[in-house]
């Protein structure tokens, strides 16, 4: 009896160590607040577009290379690499259509998410950028999937844009506002660090420039 005794107690002390191994989903606990009738308009507008998403880039060249790399850099997150290509185009094209880098978006899902699809957080926040669903009622609509790559990515790019414009420029305090914890520096800095450390990307110079 004893030795079942342990044999349970080990089998439990293994699942909960194996439980605290899975990465959690990071953030995601915006605060709902009341928005402007214009603010609103204009957020509705922002995830209501349905054009199909495509890289914006200038050339083909440089979207082969930002492509290429970034690919390079994801694959340990996303295996395949169909979907990777996917996500990047998608994730460059909501970014850039938002005033946002695309580099900081990766880097904030990174913090975020760990680039799962399918990730929760403790306070019910969704998918890759980890937004909340009081969202959809906010400035979207209530069968909007925050699962489905586009939809997230829409979402949370115009969320971020939206703090940044709140916050006349201020990424930290917009960065704060995006995980609910405005005014405490452990969630900008994670952020800033990972763009920086891993997403960082320098362009490659056209012919006429390296001239």
């Known amino acids: ?19 605290a191994a899975v990465p959690e989903a990071q953030a995601g606990a915006q605060k ?3 928005l402007s009738a214009s ?29 290429g790399e970034m690919s390079q850099r994801l694959s340990r997150f996303i295996p395949d690499n169909a979907y990777r290509r996917d996500f990047l185009v ?3 094209y909501e970014a850039t259509r938002a005033g946002l880098d695309p580099q900081l978006v990766l880097g904030l899902i990174e ?10 957080s403790n306070v019910g926040a969704l998918g890759y950028m980890q937004v909340m669903p009081f969202w959809k009622k906010s400035i979207g609509a209530r069968d909007h999937d925050l699962f489905h790559l586009r939809t ?24 704060g506002r995006y995980n609910g914890s405005l005014g ?19 362009p490659l110079l056209s012919s006429a420039n390296a001239r």
């Not at 115009?158 to 006349?168: H, P």
């Open 1 to 19: 009896m004893a030795r079942a005794g342990i044999t349970a107690g080990c089998r439990l002390f293994l699942l909960l160590m194996a439980l």
């Open 32 to 34: 709902e607040e009341k």
């Open 39 to 67: 603010v609103r308009a204009v957020l509705q507008r922002a995830v209501s577009d349905q054009a199909a998403p495509r890289a914006a880039f200038s050339s083909q060249r440089e979207a082969d290379a930002w492509l």
């Open 90 to 92: 998608t994730v460059h």
């Open 111 to 120: 913090v975020e998410s760990k680039f799962r699809k399918y990730a929760v």
């Open 152 to 175: 997230n990515l829409r979402y949370g790019c115009t969320i971020l844009r939206y703090y940044l414009d709140m916050e006349r420029g201020d990424l930290f305090r917009a960065l």
């Open 184 to 202: 405490r520096p452990e969630y900008p800095y994670r952020v800033r660090s990972a763009w920086r450390r891993h997403w960082e990307y320098k």
